[in-house]
């Protein structure tokens, strides 16, 4: 079938250009962007009445709960939660119960993605066993079992010699190590960052060098071995001069930061909201507009969810004992355009760090507005005025820190693979 989208405002990330034009679509992918209108068109035409269309958002770093914990998030909820905030790809983590670390755990979530979710799901696994970061997994079959990338999330590996026999086998292999840079010591039941507020608050903290502690061992480790790096999630400002550094001498090094340390910042905790509590916990100010000009820069390449569900049960604890993380597959897109709307980002930028960017980095076709690439794109009005319910979140989970907040942004319709999986 071949759809016309006219009177559109594209969004072209890969040549960092927003013009008025139109996009054509056969069967799964698309087979002309032109500038204008399009004379003639056979087929079904779809009106975008000048909003904006854009690449589907390919998200680096979703936690979906099965297997182990399917009450928190499934498959289903999880891809109707993405498909609703125009996300394409969900590249999943491996922190699960138990932890996707052996061929048959990962062809079990392929194929429970494959039938549940109505938008593209990338598994990754454990680099290693129980995510113990005592022994390594088997690379080679569980990257033939379809595992894009390796990551034991936030247990950091502790044993320097094990890490590094993990990212020589897997630079042996092609493979992309995702890890979390964090000193495990010095952020060990830490749940705020150092600081007036936390001291104030009563709260166990982490200072901001823990991050770039890790990060220096890390591309130092990177340097020796040679292999393929991804720092998951950069959140403070002292840890920007080691991945430029890391960068600038050639290494094959890229970073992400979540959405939510790009929008908010300490303060947001106020009077001890556990919905506010995450890993790496929210930091000052200073570094979240840090943050902000390393991602319209490029010096961090990706931006993601790092969508984390919680049920009540763990959340409605005191702030030290409640579990960290939050949800944001529906809510990454109208938080990103809250740096749009302020002027401190242009639409092309966020679109190359939300999708063009982490399929570059998986070797994926997508995450582009040109002919030959998939037809997974997203029909958004950028300036839509609303308030946050988190009722109306399609995820199992709402532990959303923007409940209640005033947003900007939503998303008319989803399409992955040429096909609509989403209309508002």
Not at 120 to 128: F, I, R
Not at 390 to 397: C, Q, V, Y
């Amino acid at each position: 079938m071949t759809l016309h989208f006219i009177n559109a405002m594209l969004i072209d990330p890969e040549n960092g250009t927003e013009f008025s034009g139109s996009v054509t679509v056969d069967g799964a992918f698309i087979s002309a962007v032109t500038a204008g209108g399009i004379a003639n068109p056979i087929g079904e035409v779809i009106d975008c009445r000048g909003k904006f269309l854009a690449p589907g958002i390919v998200d680096l770093g979703v936690k979906v709960c099965e297997p182990g914990e399917r009450h928190k998030e499934s498959y289903r909820s999880a891809g109707l939660a993405a498909a609703k905030g125009g996300v394409t790809t969900m590249v999943t983590r491996p922190d699960t119960t138990p932890a996707i670390d052996s061929p048959e755990t990962l062809e079990f979530v392929t194929r429970r993605a494959n039938e549940a979710s109505p938008v593209h799901v990338l598994p990754m696994a454990a680099l290693t066993k129980g995510r113990e970061g005592r022994e390594m997994t088997e690379i080679g079959f569980l990257m033939d079992a379809g595992a894009v990338a390796f990551t034991d999330c936030d247990h950091v590996i502790t044993d320097t010699r094990v890490f590094s026999r993990a990212l020589t086998y897997a630079r042996s292999l092609g493979a992309l190590v995702i890890a979390h840079p964090q000193e495990p010591v010095l952020s060990k039941g830490a749940a705020a960052t150092s600081g007036k507020f936390a001291s104030l608050r009563g709260l166990p903290a982490v200072s901001a060098m823990a991050e770039r502690m890790a990060l220096d061992r890390d591309m130092a480790l990177v340097e020796m071995t040679g292999a393929k790096y991804h720092a998951d999630q950069i959140t403070t400002a002292r840890a920007l001069p080691p991945l430029a550094r890391a960068k600038a001498n050639g290494l094959d090094v890229t970073a992400g930061v979540g959405i939510h340390h790009l929008t908010l910042n300490a303060l947001d905790v106020a009077n001890y909201r556990t919905f506010f509590k995450l890993k790496p916990p929210l930091r000052e100010e200073e570094d979240r507009l840090a943050m902000v000009e390393a991602v319209a820069s490029g010096l961090i390449d990706i931006v993601c969810s790092m969508h984390t569900p919680q049920d009540e049960e763990s959340k409605r604890l005191p702030f030290e004992e409640a579990a960290s993380g939050a949800v944001g597959l529906e809510t990454l897109l109208p938080a990103a355009l809250r740096l749009w709307h302020s002027g401190m980002i242009t639409l092309p930028q966020l679109w190359r760090a939300l999708s063009f960017n982490p399929a570059q980095r998986l070797g994926l076709p997508s995450g582009r507005l040109a002919a030959g690439a998939p037809a997974d794109l997203v029909l958004f009005d950028g300036h839509t005025p609303f308030v946050m319910d988190r009722a109306t979140l399609r995820s199992k989970s709402r532990n959303t820190p923007f409940d209640g907040v005033r947003m900007q942004g939503k998303v008319l319709t989803t399409y992955v693979s040429g096909a609509c999986v989403y209309t508002a």
